[in-house]
Structure formats: C-alpha cells, structure tokens
C-alpha cells in the first residue's frame, strides 16, 4: 500500500500502539478517536498532527475532518481515575489562590472596579469547574462520596452570590468573600479530598 494511502497512527498512554492505518478505515478524526476510547476506556489528553501539537479545544474544529493519506497522527489516552486525580490537585491549589486573594477581592467587589468584575467572572466559571469535578468523580466512582450538608451549603452561597451580582449590590457580594467565602472553600477541600480518598480506594 502507498504511503499516500495510509494514516501512521500512534497511541501513547494506556497503551502503546504504532501502526500504519489504511484511509478508508474511519470516516473522520472523531471516528478514529471513539474508536480508542471504546478500546482505552480512557480520556483524550493529547493531539498531535504532523508533529503539531493541537490543543483539545479544538477538537470540535477538527473531528470531522477526513483523511487524505500520509498523515501521521499521535493520540495520547489517559485513565479517567489519573485525569480525575490531576482535576482535584488543579483545584485545590486553585482553592489556596484564591484563599490568599479573598481580601483583594472583596476590595475590588466593594469599589465595583472593572478587575472587580473580572475576578467575580472568574470566580463564577472556578466554583461551576469545582462542582463539575466533584460531579464527575460521583460518575466515575459510583459512591455517593461527600456530606450533602457541605455542598448544599456551598450551593447557597454561590446562589447568593449570583444574586447580589444580578441587583448589582456590590456591599453585599463584598460582605459575602469577606465573611462567608472562607466557608465555602473549606467545605470544597473537605469534599475534594473525600473525592480523593475515594478514587485511591478504587481500582484502575
């Protein structure tokens, strides 16, 4: 067969595969990588095309592209257990900044400075990747690992955080990171390292 007829696919991660792929075999780049995470029950965590890293978001830019032959691609597939692990690390030293900037925040918040309204943004995106990571983890492990009590309390918080965000009533969203926040942190380490505990205690 034609090097012009062929993919030179390489599969790192939880296994190791060098092959050469006829360009008929898969209809399209989503196609080729379903087909490893049927068979890794992994994670995409890496893209190299043409020895050119893409990053993963732009998968939804690339999957349906189609093969002419001659490319070489690289994909790496991770376990969910080790992303997971890694998402907890992330987050809890997203939860120490910040922790060392709360009252930095609060500040900005009570002058309704434009880095106010930045770091209230960010904050918002950072509490929903936190619950998301908690969520994904539940899935993964199947145990209902954390005290509802905890996330309920932090739910509220954020609740009223949208809400005094939502009337503007930047007295009160700075009396929230000023008094209440540190709650909220405490109560996201707590349930992160239950997360944690959790995913040690199972197997692959």
Known sequence: MDDQ?????????????????????????????????????GVLTKIKINEKEVPLSYYDEIKD???????????????????????????????????????????????????????????AEGMQALLDVIEQTKVFTEEDYYDHDELNQVQVVIKDIV??????????????FEVDFENVLVNFEKILNDAEKTLENQGV
Do not use: C, W
């Not at 075999?25 to 196609?31: A, D, G, I, L, V």
């Not at 257990?81 to 690390?89: C, E, G, H």
């Not at 809400?163 to 929230?176: G, R």
């Open 163 to 176: 809400n005094a965000q939502n009337q503007q009533d930047y007295l009160e969203l700075s009396d929230i």
């Open 65 to 123: 592209a189609f093969f002419e032959g001659g490319e070489s691609v690289e994909l790496e597939f991770t376990s969910k257990k080790k992303v997971l692990l890694d998402l907890i690390n992330q987050s809890k030293e997203y939860i120490k900044k910040v922790r060392e900037n709360l009252e930095e925040i609060s500040k900005e918040i009570l002058l309704n400075s434009n880095e106010g309204h930045k770091m209230l943004n960010s904050i």
């Open 5 to 41: 007829e062929k993919i030179n696919l390489k599969i790192e991660g939880i296994t190791s595969e060098n092959t050469d792929v006829p360009i008929d075999k898969y209809s399209s780049f989503e196609e080729m990588v379903k087909d490893y995470l049927n068979k890794t029950k």
